[in-house]
């Protein structure tokens, strides 16, 4: 069965840095373009990020260009986000989530991890 | 960017009926809707993908249509169990973005 699982989530200062993790499993992790997308407490869905397969096309929402960097780790089937400098605007639950290969639409989210951002 | 406009943000609705909820883009997405259910606590689970396509395991009595800028998702018998927010998102152009979402309630 596919699987996405995320960690790294914590409380974290503002102007502080953090790394998320997202492990696949049960596919071909390789094939298939990543996102991360997230969600503050009590609002709705907010897309982030977006990385290709192959790494080559990535992506940002501009709320965290130049602040979050997107990478993967294929061998590993592994997923990262590397936030920095982080805003109390950023606390949310951290989902990623896998797009079809055909079509393009997300079909699998992973479970979530938290960040809260606060001094 | 192509914003999603979704209405509307809530409902209340009784077992057996039907509901629909409506969402418009700003520019033409063509077919690149997907529709979202998301229970408290839980991730999302796509329900509709490609305006009109069931994802496996999801009851016929959810449906979806439109093309273009106006997408709806239709609940027909409504279950105890359908209690949830809903999310369309467009994935036809970056920024991928969302609509606000509508909380549905089941009297």
């Known amino acids: 069965e596919a699987q996405l699982v995320e960690s790294g989530g914590d409380l974290i200062h503002p102007g502080g840095s953090l790394r998320l993790s997202c492990g696949g499993s049960?596919?071909?992790?390789?094939?298939?373009?990543l996102n991360w997308v997230r969600q503050a407490p009590g609002r709705g869905l907010e897309w982030v990020a977006y990385?290709?397969?192959?790494?080559?096309?990535?992506h940002y929402a501009d709320s965290v260009k130049g602040r979050f960097v997107v990478s993967r780790d294929n061998g590993r089937n592994f997923l990262y986000l590397r936030l920095n400098n982080l805003r109390a605007e950023d606390s949310a639950i951290y989902y990623c989530?896998?797009?079809?290969?055909?079509?393009?639409?997300?079909?699998?989210w992973g479970q979530g991890t938290q960040v809260t951002v606060s001094s | 960017d192509s914003h999603m406009t979704q209405s509307p943000s809530s409902l209340s609705a009784s077992v057996g009926d039907r509901v629909t909820i409506t969402c418009r883009a700003s520019?033409?997405?063509?077919?690149?809707l997907v529709w979202f259910q998301q229970k408290p606590g839980r991730a999302p689970r796509s329900l509709i993908y490609?305006?009109?396509h069931l994802q496996n395991g999801v009851p016929s009595r959810f449906s979806g249509g439109g093309y273009g800028t106006d997408f709806t998702l239709t609940i027909t018998n409504l279950q105890p169990e359908d209690s949830a927010t809903y999310y369309c998102?467009?994935?036809?152009?970056?920024?991928?973005?969302f609509g606000q979402g509508t909380r549905l309630e089941i009297k």
């Open positions: 998102q467009q994935y036809r152009f970056f920024p991928y973005t």
């Open positions: 990385i290709s397969g192959g790494s080559t096309v990535i």
């Open positions: 989530a896998r797009q079809t290969n055909t079509d393009y639409w997300i079909d699998l």
């Open positions: 049960g596919f071909r992790f390789s094939e298939f373009n």
């Open positions: 520019q033409d997405i063509t077919h690149h």
């Open positions: 490609g305006t009109s």
